[in-house]
């Protein structure tokens, strides 16, 4: 069932002090299916890569090697051909650049952020995720972060940077949404991991290093 299907279901509400949330507008049945959307993008975490196909996230396959590896990138896995194939048209987008910074891995939020950045830039259509709250409607809550907070996103932000300039030469420069800014999209992703612990990763400091000399 497509998501505006859905959408009379449940609505949006504000709650001073604590952010929007969504609510039923009916009574619920247990079990009820509420709402239903593809995500704008999604990428495996570092600890599953090996064990996870990237298209299914099927985890069933008891050894890696059972999986079959992109030849190029060396990083994604699928179960199968046909996984593989379903998702090239979006993994191609990063391929190449992880093919370029291997053996390093970009941390999960700037993967993430990459992900959503390649949607952006590719279909200027509404994705079925954004029906209810777009991606500029989310909140970064940069105000609210510590100063150690903040730095971290900074550098994030940096590799970031990093992973968008490569390959540049045989792909267009990938740019923010209108309005949106590389800071704020990590600060949006970043609720969902832990930005010191993802930047503190050694195979890193020369990424940043060589990132900040070439960034004004």
């Not at 998501?3 to 604590?18: N, S, V, W, Y």
């Not at 992109?70 to 093919?99: D, F, G, I, P, T």
């Not at 800014?181 to 503190?200: E, I, M, R």
């Amino acid at each position: 069932m497509l998501a505006h299907d859905m959408a009379l279901k449940i609505e949006r509400f504000a709650c001073p002090g604590k952010g929007n949330g969504l609510r039923a507008v009916h009574k619920v049945r247990a079990g009820e299916l509420l709402f239903k959307a593809s995500p704008l993008a999604c990428c495996i975490s570092k600890k599953r890569l090996a064990t996870a196909c990237h298209n299914c996230f099927n985890t069933t396959v008891s050894r890696a090697e059972g999986l079959l590896r992109c030849s190029q990138c060396k990083m994604a896995r699928y179960c199968n051909a046909r996984c593989q194939k379903q998702a090239w048209s979006e993994h191609k987008r990063e391929c190449s650049r992880l093919k370029s910074l291997t053996p390093r891995i970009p941390p999960d939020s700037v993967r993430l952020a990459a992900g959503i950045l390649f949607t952006e830039q590719l279909d200027t259509t509404q994705n079925a995720s954004e029906e209810l709250y777009s991606l500029e409607e989310h909140q970064s809550h940069l105000a609210d972060m510590s100063e150690e907070k903040q730095e971290g996103l900074k550098q994030l932000c940096l590799v970031l940077q990093f992973l968008l300039q490569e390959d540049r030469g045989r792909s267009p420069e990938t740019s923010p949404p209108p309005g949106l800014d590389l800071l704020n999209l990590l600060a949006k992703v970043g609720h969902t991991f832990t930005l010191l612990s993802s930047l503190c990763e050694g195979q890193w400091n020369r990424c940043v290093c060589v990132c900040s000399r070439e960034t004004p």
